[in-house]
């Protein structure tokens, strides 16, 4: 690792102050992501500007809507009463993160930051149509990821907290690495009253979309049959190693299935 | 030893197996090095140093995380047990003694963040089956035992506890 200054802001506004004054300057929360770049010398930063005393961790219920503060951990999220309650799907993608100990460090915040395109989370707030606050402004999901590892985020731009609406029914549903746990290819459904939306990471060369072909298949009847004959199109699909488009294609449809069922027997 | 050059250091004040520690640290420095090289607390191992096989497993304020991705200036205020700070004397900490008793170790490589992560996943949650056991895992590997006797170690420690 190169040589940095760790330095612990106060407050949001002090941290953006710091994140602007150089290019060389990068906000950190659970660094789980961040701190593995840094080792392996494939980034170099000046400052390094810790969120920890900000006080972004909160989860609260904001005019009967759920909001989770950026550093909220993994572990935080999967055993909070209130994110159990309200979006309970949410807590059960947050149990299903990386491992024990990442999920004790890695942040919701840092994980839209970062937009991996197989991270769990963006699934569920474009799903979700989630907004994502800032030391700005605030984002809509639909705004705020743009493509793999970009998002709306401006240099100094720091995430605060995420709001959920809360949906009738939603799950999410992943097909694992089956060594590294990542979101081959991992399904959000949420169905509201006047709308059923339907989002896909892990598969997308782009990065988390949505996926219209399910989506309406689903508003017609929000069922597991409902899918059974849609066959969606390998175009645009990542192909690597672990898997091909069209399997992941393949996959899409199944993880919707069983997100559906799950959703439903929730 | 690693180099750790470079200008940025910070004092950072921790407890460690319940004993206070004010110490110099460059601000780049991770903890598992801090732990190792600072203190000689060599107990806590490294094995992959990419956030993967969980032999750096440690607490930070009774929370399990791997100590080659976090920085010791990330430390300062917390309260940090490693394997070292489990017995009592002589005597073991139940889970120590559940991995001797099962044959839940080998070459004992992974052993130490086995059972740092082993003794978040029972507490309070005394009654865990075997999956849930398997599945809190996910984080450590091993190289020797195939698992068998580090589960049933696990699970020995969970009922020792439940009574
Ligand atoms: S050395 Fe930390 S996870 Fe392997
Ligand atoms: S006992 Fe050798 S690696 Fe686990």
């Given at each position: ?9 106060g407050?949001?506004?002090?941290a ?10 990068k906000?950190i ?19 390094l ?15 009967g ?31 299903q993160i ?7 460090r ?15 989370y ?15 402004r ?6 705020f ?13 720091i ?14 549903e ?10 081959m290819?991992?399904v ?7 709308e059923t ?70 | ?71 010791a ?19 073991l900490?139940p ?25 978040e ?24 035992t ?18």
């Open positions: 690792m190169y040589s940095f200054s760790y330095v612990k802001p407050s949001v506004e002090e953006s102050g710091l994140l602007s004054n150089s290019e060389e300057n906000v929360s659970g660094g789980m992501t961040l701190l593995p770049t840094l080792k392996q010398r494939l980034a170099r930063v000046e400052n500007i810790g969120l920890e005393k900000c006080g972004l961790e909160k989860i609260t219920l904001e005019e809507v759920l909001k989770i503060g950026a550093m909220a951990t993994h572990d935080d999220v999967s055993i909070s009463k209130l994110v159990k309650a309200e979006n309970p799907a949410i807590a059960e993608l947050a149990s990386g491992d024990r100990q990442v999920r004790n890695g942040t919701i915040g840092g994980s839209l930051a970062n937009n991996d395109p197989s991270a769990c963006p699934a569920a707030v474009l799903a979700l149509a989630g907004i994502i606050h800032t030391s700005k605030y984002i809509k999901a639909k705004d990821f743009v493509d793999l590892f970009e998002t709306a985020l401006e240099e100094d731009e995430i605060t907290a995420i709001s959920l609406p809360k949906p009738e029914k939603a799950a999410y992943k097909f694992p690495n089956p060594a590294s746990r990542y979101a290819v991992g959000f459904v949420a169905k509201f009253e006047a939306r339907v989002s896909v990471t892990g598969a997308g060369e782009g990065g988390v979309f949505r996926c219209r072909e399910i989506e309406s298949a689903l508003s017609n009847q929000f069922l597991p049959e409902s899918l059974s004959d849609i066959d969606i199109p390998a175009e645009g699909m990542i192909s690597d190693i672990h898997a091909e488009a069209d399997y992941r294609a393949h996959l899409t449809v199944e993880m919707a299935k069983r997100a559906v069922a799950k959703s439903l027997a929730r | 030893m690693k180099f750790y050059g470079g200008k940025s250091v910070t004092d950072v004040a921790l407890t460690i197996n319940n004993k206070k520690h004010i110490q110099n640290v460059p601000d780049h420095m991770l903890l598992v090095d801090f732990l190792r090289e600072t203190l000689k607390l060599t107990g806590t191992h490294i094995g992959c140093d990419t956030s993967q096989c969980g032999a750096c497993v440690i607490h930070v304020n009774g929370k399990s995380i791997k100590s080659c991705t976090m920085l200036v990330q430390a300062d205020g917390c309260e940090i047990t490693t394997i070292e700070g489990l017995a009592d004397g002589d005597i900490h889970m120590q003694q559940a991995f001797h008793e099962n044959h839940g170790l080998q070459c004992g490589f992974c052993t130490p963040g086995m059972i740092m992560t082993a003794i996943l029972i507490e309070g949650n005394t009654d865990i089956t075997e999956q849930q056991i398997r599945h809190g895992l996910e984080g450590n590997l091993c190289r020797c195939g698992y068998q006797n580090i589960v049933k170690s696990i699970q020995e420690a969970a009922r020792i506890e439940h009574h």
